[in-house]
């Protein structure tokens, strides 16, 4: 099957992916009163005198917008609000299916950062959380970081964390695969954007000491021309062996490679040069770093890929629905480390018995995961003292 072309057909048919329902009767006067005027005029008053009260006496507690300006959706880059509508449907439609959280698409006609944050601001109080999607760094790591200091909801950029905490769950249970212990992994990380750095500090708290970041110009070092602030900074905390040269440069010798930069730019010669039991997680959607089965035949113990046409696909699918139903069950005013890392595990870990070479991590579909996950974030909130109820 064709499946560009075929979705396109779908999308025509579909004519959305998403709706909204009526949960409550309308179909009487008396239905009508109470749902709406004149009864609705006392939870109102509720609210206002404790808007607190705006999570018991509205949907606001189940509520999250998927929010994207449009410049960096999938792989295609820069394609404008409007065109990035179709993944935000589609994000939130995953949202529901797998978490039961309900999601709403929304795309902001600005690149500007200042209007970004408080377009977000001036809508917070119809949401229980925030969830970022598809802003291009470094811009994404402003934004988040301003809203998460300036509101009381959870604040999540997924292409950040979301791919952070589901590579960590994967680099989990590949390293049981090849009898390494991840704080002795040297990791190479190709792509230094919102989702390359957010690896490698999340990774870094998980205890692993040695990861090279590069970018199209090869490793980051600290000293390093044309990278920025956010690159410096990260160069400061990586690499401390100061690895120069290019990425063929950085991978040998290496446990992991992973990958989260442009196709085809890993070849069957650099899988060669790494460490026995290398682990590759070629990412880039929808043309890999390298092939699976190119990685494989050049050594590779472990491949994951961002497809779902192959063992081990690495997708955020497995983190946000279960983070956001975990973070909304006890009113979470944060998405901390504590409660990424209880998502990281609870994935690994429903793996279980049938952890191998071929299943380091759980089906996207699978729906006893996400409510792991869900489970696992509930009590890490509560055990970080960010729960509210």
């Not at 959380?129 to 760094?137: H, R, T």
């Not at 009381?152 to 212990?181: C, R, S, W, Y």
């Not at 205890?207 to 000293?223: K, R, S």
Request: with cysteine.
């Amino acid at each position: 099957m064709n499946y560009r072309l075929e979705s396109l057909k779908k999308h025509k048919e579909w004519r959305g992916k998403i709706e909204t329902a009526v949960r409550v009767p309308t179909d009487s006067r008396e239905a009508l009163s109470l749902a709406y005027t004149p009864g609705v005029a006392e939870p109102c008053l509720a609210i206002k005198n404790d808007p607190s009260q705006s999570f018991e006496l509205t949907r606001r507690w189940n509520t999250v917008p998927v929010i994207t300006d449009g410049t960096a959706v999938l792989g295609l880059g820069d394609i404008g609000p409007e065109a990035g509508m179709p993944v935000m449907e589609g994000k939130c439609a995953l949202f529901k299916a797998y978490g039961d959280v309900d999601a709403f698409p929304i795309c902001i006609k600005s690149k500007n950062v200042d209007e970004i944050v408080n377009t977000i601001k001036l809508i917070s109080g119809s949401f229980g959380g925030i969830n970022l999607e598809d802003i291009s760094a470094p811009r994404c790591f402003e934004i988040e970081s301003r809203l998460k200091k300036e509101l009381d909801i959870p604040v999540f950029h997924d292409d950040q964390h979301g791919t952070a905490v589901v590579m960590a769950a994967a680099l989990i249970n590949a390293a049981k695969v090849v009898g390494k212990e991840l704080s002795q992994l040297r990791i190479v990380i190709n792509g230094a954007g919102a989702a390359g750095i957010a690896i490698a500090k999340y990774l870094l708290k998980f205890g692993v000491g040695d990861i090279i970041l590069c970018d199209i110009n090869g490793a980051i070092y600290e000293g390093a021309e044309g990278v920025n602030p956010a690159q410096a900074a990260m160069a400061k905390v990586t690499n401390k062996r100061g690895v120069k040269g290019s990425l063929a440069d950085a991978m040998k010798g290496a446990d992991v490679f992973i990958g989260v930069s442009a196709p085809n730019c890993v070849s069957q010669d650099m899988v060669k040069s790494m460490a026995g039991g290398a682990i590759v997680f070629s990412c880039a959607n929808p043309v890999p770093e390298i092939s699976r089965k190119a990685a494989l035949e050049a050594g590779a113990a472990v491949v994951g890929t961002g497809s779902s046409e192959f063992p081990n696909q690495i997708n955020n699918v497995l983190v946000f629905p279960g983070l956001f139903r975990g973070a909304l069950d006890v009113r979470a005013s944060d998405i901390n480390f504590e409660m990424m890392k209880a998502a990281s595990y609870a994935i690994a870990g429903y793996v279980g018995e049938e952890l191998s070479a071929d299943h380091i991590l759980p089906l996207a579909y699978d729906k006893g995961a996400h409510i792991a996950v869900a489970q696992a974030v509930a009590v890490a909130a509560a055990q970080s003292g960010v729960a509210r109820k």
